[in-house]
């Protein structure tokens, strides 16, 4: 199976200078807010994790050619269709045809504010113990997968030095394919920039990246 991910583009050439936009400068079509609104009912009704959500936007056909916010909403459409929540004749007619799904929640206007403040931490007490310390020298994992995966393209296969330990975190990987938290340990790790990109990197460029026990082995 081939397993396409749009989540690697910032390690990627060939895409142009980062240009900063202006501070507090958060919407750019009028439509944008009721499509943040929207995502975020939705993924309140717990008919997805943040995960599943991120895999379904990273995996879009036409990720490189849309907005921020349209990937939003083709990702939303995605999640929907799979679940049965919306149907194709509908999103064409852009209003209901059939009768609603149920969902676990609903989230109310009063409990936006305080539920967007709680966030949805991932720390956790259980999960393996740590097999690396600060200090330490690993290698990520370089073999691709064929599912989601926080492990960016561009650091795969290469020599890092931990720099922290987080203590143990919802595994992003199990959790996007519905196979539960598996909480284990995650640390960052830095690498330098002639290790990712030779001598193309700036001098003295490093790079830190948030890896999960799963995909270190020790150097």
Do not use: C
């Amino acid at each position: 199976m081939t397993y396409t991910t749009h989540a690697d583009l910032g390690g990627q050439p060939g895409h142009g200078a980062v240009v900063p936009e202006a501070e507090g400068e958060l919407f750019h079509e009028a439509w944008e807010p009721a499509a943040l609104a929207i995502v975020l009912a939705m993924g309140a009704t717990g008919s997805w994790n943040i995960d599943m959500s991120r895999a379904a936007r990273e995996t879009l056909p036409d990720y490189q050619r849309l907005s921020y916010y349209r990937i939003w909403l083709a990702a939303l459409e995605k999640l929907m269709l799979e679940r049965g929540q919306v149907f194709t004749d509908e999103l064409q007619a852009g209003h209901m045809l059939h009768p609603p799904a149920p969902v676990r929640r609903v989230l109310q206007a009063r409990d936006v504010a305080p539920a967007l403040a709680k966030g949805s931490p991932t720390l956790r007490d259980t999960g393996p113990a740590p097999r690396f310390t600060v200090g330490q020298r690993v290698r990520t994992r370089a073999q691709p997968v064929p599912h989601h995966t926080r492990l960016p393209g561009y650091v795969r296969g290469k020599v890092g030095t931990v720099e922290r330990l987080h203590g143990s975190h919802v595994f992003a990987d199990a959790h996007a394919q519905g196979l539960g938290e598996q909480p284990e340990p995650l640390y960052t790790v830095v690498f330098a920039g002639t290790e990712l990109w030779g001598d193309e990197a700036q001098p003295g460029l490093q790079v830190s990246v948030d890896a999960w026990q799963s995909y270190l082995e020790a150097a």
